[in-house]
């Protein structure tokens, strides 16, 4: 099965505002390591760059929160 491309964007934006939800998560919960907490961080920085620069900066405050509690 082959994505358009209109779709394929689709899925990337909706996996990426998931990922922001869990990790918002996991940044409220004490028992997760570390070293798992700074590797998400930076996976939230580079998907807020990407969402940024296509026009969704509505969220930016909110994924840099989100950014701030995990670290």
């Not at 990790?23 to 961080?41: F, G, H, K, M």
């Not at 996976?43 to 405050?61: N, R």
Request: hydrophobic fraction near 40%; glycine fraction near 6%.
């Amino acid at each position: 099965m082959k994505l358009s491309d209109e779709d394929r964007d689709r899925l990337a934006l909706h996996t990426a505002f998931a990922v922001h939800q869990i990790a918002r998560w996991i940044a409220t919960r004490q028992d997760v390591p570390n070293d798992i907490r700074e590797r998400l961080r930076g996976h939230i920085s580079a998907i807020e760059g990407v969402l940024v620069t296509t026009g969704h900066d509505w969220i930016k405050d909110e994924i840099e929160a989100t950014e701030q509690a995990l670290g």
